[in-house]
């Protein structure tokens, strides 16, 4: 089975860094993944990690280490429109070699002024 | 280029009724998924389509079942509805079942059960 554990919450000022940790314990695992769901919306995809280091797109990084089971999202110069959930999502295979992704419980981040 | 479509938007439904949601996947699109999102939590897999075939399936009753068209959209099924299913259902699509580590959403199905 899947299973991953991030912060239920974190609350960052405008302007500032902030980073979500995801620890994971997979039967398998391709990558992980990262995605941002607005209140009311679809789930919207950031980035993706294969392999260990660093992935960065504009202001938003990902960070996988496969030895820890463990990666983080960072997002710096917070914007007011960043407040939003934050999901990591393992893509792993199943019996048959298929893959899909497997969602951690998210992280509400919250952006002050 | 269209996104992944679904309809309904919203959905109430009583107890022990059935509902069937659909999904059209993104342009160049052929494997498309379904997840279950309730109230703060994850979406969680209910099962994917490929080639008009359930490919794979979360751990979910057989009270879930879909079916995947010839132009790769798709529907969900749910049978003898409890008031554990009211959720927002995502469908999700890409191309290809084992490659693509980007998947699509779409705005989400958001069944009331009552």
């Known amino acids: 089975g899947q299973s991953l554990e991030q912060p239920s919450e974190v609350t960052a000022v405008e302007g500032a860094i902030v980073q979500i940790n995801c620890t994971y314990q997979t039967s398998g695992f391709y990558g992980l993944s990262w995605y941002q769901q607005h209140d009311g919306g679809a789930p919207t995809f950031l980035s993706y990690n294969g392999l260990d280091g660093l992935e960065e797109t504009g202001r938003f990084s990902s960070f996988l280490s496969r030895s820890d089971s463990y990666g983080y999202l960072l997002l710096q110069e917070l914007q007011m429109k960043d407040s939003a959930s934050y999901f990591c999502?393992?893509?792993?295979?199943?019996?048959?070699?298929?893959?899909?992704?497997?969602f951690g419980t998210g992280t509400r981040l919250t952006v002050i002024p | 280029d269209a996104g992944v479509t679904q309809s309904p938007t919203h959905l109430i439904k009583t107890r022990g009724q059935q509902v069937t949601l659909r999904c059209s996947p993104k342009s160049g699109h052929d494997t498309v998924s379904w997840y279950q999102q309730a109230l703060g939590q994850g979406p969680q897999f209910i099962f994917q389509y490929y080639e008009e075939e359930e490919r794979q399936r979360g751990n979910f009753p057989d009270r879930f079942s879909g079916h995947q068209f010839p132009n790769y959209s798709s529907e969900l099924n749910v049978n003898a509805l409890l008031l554990g299913d009211s959720a927002l259902y995502l469908c999700?699509?890409?191309?290809?079942?084992?490659?693509?580590?980007?998947?699509?959403f779409g705005p989400g199905t958001r069944l009331t059960v009552t």
């Open positions: 999700a699509s890409r191309a290809g079942l084992a490659g693509g580590y980007e998947q699509y």
């Open positions: 999502a393992v893509r792993a295979p199943d019996q048959t070699g298929a893959n899909n992704l497997f």
